[in-house]
């Protein structure tokens, strides 16, 4: 599957922002699909990743600030990131795989085999 994330930008301290991780072609029906950021001189860090039966993990850090949702066909997965600090800044990815991951394989960025472009995310203050 094809994955197109959109939706970065600049925003200041506080704000919020949603990115979307659109399905080009398919719908994310068979799929989990997870959310990364990788910031400056940092490895890609798992946010969260919703699996194909709905359910959600989030990243300890990332609880209650980042929900993960989808579109009731199942084509696009936001990302709704809200109360943002000058340490989001990144470049946040959408990935996909059709074979899900439990465990510790889920934060790892090789366990999935579609990605998107990536969309920078800058917050200032």
């Known amino acids: 599957v094809q994955l197109q994330a959109s939706g970065g930008g600049l925003v200041q301290v506080g704000g919020s922002l949603r990115l979307s991780c659109a399905a080009s072609?398919?719908?994310?029906?068979?799929?989990?699909v997870a959310w990364f950021r990788q910031a400056p001189g940092k490895d890609r860090e798992l946010l969260g990743v919703t699996w194909r039966h709905g359910n959600t993990y989030y990243t300890d850090p990332f609880k209650g600030r980042f929900t993960i949702s989808t579109d009731n066909a199942r084509t696009t997965v936001y990302l709704q990131m809200n109360s943002l600090k000058a340490e989001d800044t990144a470049v946040y990815y959408c990935a996909a795989d059709h074979n899900p991951p439990y465990g510790s394989q889920k934060f790892r960025p090789s366990s999935y085999s579609s990605w998107g472009q990536g969309t920078l995310v800058t917050v200032s203050s």
């Open positions: 072609g398919h719908s994310f029906s068979n799929y989990a």
